[in-house]
């Protein structure tokens, strides 16, 4: 039996957003449910989220 047989991935949905990000410069502005889907990243993962990136600029990252 492979790795593959024994390892089923676990899918959890989370709710969005319907807010544009290209206006908000501080993690303070952003969509709470963004804020929740950060929290989520941070508690699975066990590591702390610094960086965001909201597009490909540089102007488009926060940090928090």
């Known amino acids: 039996e492979t790795l593959s047989n024994k390892v089923k991935p676990l899918y959890i949905s989370l709710p969005g957003w319907n807010q544009s990000l290209s206006d908000i410069h501080s993690y303070s502005g952003l969509p709470e449910k963004l804020k929740e889907y950060t929290d989520f990243i ?3 993962a ?8 909201l597009g490909p600029g540089r102007e488009e990252t926060i940090q928090r």
């Open 42 to 44: 941070e508690k699975d």
């Open 46 to 53: 066990g590591l702390p989220v610094k960086i965001l990136s």
